[in-house]
């Protein structure tokens, strides 16, 4: 059985993340790292951070206006990357600490 790949080709060992962590929504991200394990959200993390600045110069040769759908889910990837960051470097577990029930939704979310 053969998938389409959900990123560019030159990210595909980032492949295993995509399904899961290139979502549309700040609030589908925010929802993920809570669902997530700290073992889960470490993986995703070392996986992704030493990829990104190789990520953003892919990003940046293409028309922000016109991105094919694996550009796109590289995107969102990073958006995902800049979530989960907080948890693992800031608060070591998914969810910010001392912050009971309050949470912010995003109304404006970045231009595709």
Known sequence: MTTEALLPDEFADLEPFAANWSLP????????????????????????????????????????????????NLMRLLYSLSTVSFAVDCFKQPRIPDSGAAYLDVVVEPVP
């Open 25 to 72: 929504r700040e609030r589908d991200r925010y929802d993920r790292r809570l669902a997530s394990s700290m073992e889960e959200l470490q993986a995703f993390y070392d996986a992704v951070t030493p990829r990104a600045k190789d990520a953003l110069a892919y990003l940046d040769r293409l028309d922000l206006d016109d991105l094919p759908d694996t550009a796109l």
